[in-house]
Nanobody, 122 residues
Framework: QVPLVESGGGSVQSGGSLRLSCIES?????MGWFRQAPGKEREGVAV???????KYVDTVKGRFTVSRDNAKNTLTLQMNNLKPEDTAMYYC???????????????????WGQGTQVTVSS
């Protein structure tokens, strides 16, 4: 497994911004962000391949930006205009399968971080 370590979570008011980071031990083909709100199933947020091609779930398009620095093995999620419904535990994930970058599906990813909490108050 590829150890993944997230950071950058916190509490903000609606309309605020947060930046999440994830460091992995070595580069993988596809990385992604997923989130799980209390009482709900984990859902995909965004995925990105090692060329920088990204996909987003509709609910975050235009507000979130995923990026990666391959030289530093770092994945970043810039979250702007946050809403209370964005409140969740956010997880970084990594996959060596190309299909993982073509869609946003949890079962495509085999390596996961411990998660970082994001709380947005109204």
């Amino acid at each position: 497994q590829v150890p993944l370590v997230e950071s950058g979570g916190g509490s903000v008011q609606s309309g605020g911004s947060l930046r999440l980071s994830c460091i992995e031990s070595w580069e993988t083909l596809c990385m992604g962000w997923f989130r799980q709100a209390p009482g709900k199933e984990r859902e995909g947020v965004a995925v990105i391949d090692n060329l920088g091609n990204a996909k987003y779930v509709d609910t975050v398009k235009g507000r979130f930006t995923v990026s990666r620095d391959n030289a530093k093995n770092t994945l970043t999620l810039q979250m702007n205009n946050l809403k209370p419904e964005d409140t969740a535990m956010y997880y970084c994930a990594a996959s060596s399968y190309s299909r993982a970058c073509g869609r946003i599906r949890e079962d495509d990813f085999g390596a996961w971080g411990q998660g970082t909490q994001v709380t947005v108050s109204s």
